[in-house]
């Protein structure tokens, strides 16, 4: 059943569809909780979206140099570089519980809680910084948190750890990792349709009607806003199908009498680059919609055998990434920049819907993790990079270097972002110092 405070929230319904409003700056549509600006106007709330990409980057090629726009970007980042200005790189920071087992499982399980984990074949690590989030703001929206991802999980064991933990990086409680979504059209109707709602009618013409007669009550700007949403939603809507009559992003699930092409090996989505920004638009889309304020994205799992037909990339992500050895390789390269676009596509769409006085990207927190810096397992430096302004809070055109600095926990960085939520904890997984530059 929907919380109280997301039931007072003005939404779009038809039959076993409902549909959340984008902000709207002539009338309040998204509850009495939203928070008010200084001229009494509703305030868009801040959005956290984690995306992953397993088996670290490519040596001497992830690196910021320089402030604001003067800000230069090493070849992985270069897709960024629009958005110098609002960037923080971080170089330097660790997990120590990471350094233990030396292992993708050991260096993926616990990234974001910083938590010891389980060998063994067991399963236990900790809850990870986007679930506190989605604990505490999760009432406010249909859904509590988005977690999706575009590899399928491990469960096998490497060198006495499970490999769940190279395949999760959001965890609900120690014991259970948050259930991660690899189907767009799944994840689509999550956001839009009632449970066990599974059709194949478009939510836009369930909730056409009124919708038509919402739009009498807005202004033009809004109406113009609410629009374009509606025709983003269309157009993913069309893709989806488009996909699912390919046979394409929904696993083995056919769309046919019988199968038009081989069964793919396990865990290798079909066509990636389209899963890949399906899953991002249903990212922005979430955000838009205030459906949720909270999304982790694994583009693949750490210890992946991904492949990149589309990148001509023979070579499969974890071999890649251990022929790696300081020399520029092409490949790796291209498949890193790859994985960045994703994230630099997330950061121009959200850009673009302007919330108010500022856009969806000021309001929001994009990070971008691996377990790892390079492909030999060195975990004593993750690469971190965020880009939005949560707010106003964060200020970006800058690189903190923690390396060499008394604290340089990664678990004190989520402390800091935990306090742009309004969540002041005195100890998260092993730190109890913040990051005081964030």
């Known amino acids: 059943m929907p919380n109280e405070f997301f039931k007072r929230r003005v939404l779009l319904r038809g039959l076993g569809v409902t549909m959340a409003l984008p902000w709207l700056e002539s009338l309040r549509v998204w509850g009495d909780e939203a928070s008010t600006s200084a001229k009494g106007q509703s305030q868009p709330p801040v959005r956290l979206a984690v995306l992953f990409s397993g088996n670290g980057f490519h040596a001497g090629q992830w690196w910021a140099k320089g402030t604001g726009r003067d800000m230069e970007l090493g070849p992985v980042l270069e897709s960024l570089t629009d958005f110098r200005e609002r960037l923080l790189f971080i170089n330097g920071l660790h997990n120590a519980e990471a350094m233990k087992g030396n292992i993708h499982s050991s260096q993926t399980g616990n990234l974001l809680s910083g938590a010891p984990l389980a060998s063994g ?12 989030i989605a604990q505490r703001y999760g009432h ?32 609900s409680s120690p014991t259970a990792p948050t259930p991660l979504e690899l189907y767009p059209a799944l994840a689509f109707d999550r956001l839009f349709k009632g449970e066990g709602e599974r059709s194949d009618r478009s939510v836009l013409d369930v909730v056409l009607g009124e919708a038509t007669r919402f739009r009498k009550k807005i202004s033009a700007t809004d109406q113009q806003k609410l629009d374009e949403y509606l025709n983003s939603v269309r157009e993913i809507e069309q893709r989806l199908a488009q996909a699912g009559k390919q046979g394409e992003l929904q696993g083995w699930r056919p769309t046919l009498d019988k199968p038009n092409v081989p069964r793919p090996p396990e865990g290798i989505p079909q066509n990636l680059a389209d899963h890949m920004r399906l899953m991002c638009d249903i990212v922005v889309l979430a955000f838009q919609t205030d459906a949720t304020r909270v999304c982790t994205l694994k583009l693949n799992n750490d210890h992946s055998y991904l492949q990149f037909p589309h990148l001509n990339v023979a070579v499969g992500h974890h071999e890649l990434s251990h022929s790696d050895r300081g020399k520029m390789s092409p490949d790796w390269l291209k498949v890193n920049q790859f994985f960045l676009e994703q994230f ?46 949560a707010g106003g809070q964060l200020q970006g055109g800058r690189k903190l270097d923690c390396a060499g600095q008394p604290n340089r926990k990664m678990c004190s960085l989520y402390l800091s972002l935990l306090d742009k939520y309004g969540i002041n904890l005195k100890e998260f997984g092993d730190a109890t110092d913040r990051l005081a530059e964030v």
Not at 352 to 369: C, F, H, K, P, W
Request: aromatic content about 6%; some cysteine.
């Open 140 to 171: 406010s929206t249909k859904v509590p948190s988005l977690v999706l991802g575009c590899e399928r999980s491990n469960p096998g064991i490497h060198k006495n750890y499970s490999m769940l933990y190279s395949s999760h990086i959001s965890w």
């Open 344 to 389: 630099a596509y997330i950061a121009r769409k959200l850009d673009s819907i302007q919330e108010g006085e500022r856009t969806a990207l000021d309001n929001s927190v994009l990070m971008y993790l691996s377990s790892m810096q390079t492909g030999g397992h060195d975990a004593s430096n993750l690469p971190c990079v965020i880009v939005g302004g």
């Open 121 to 132: 074949g067991e399963i236990r690590s900790g809850t990870s910084f986007d679930q506190i």
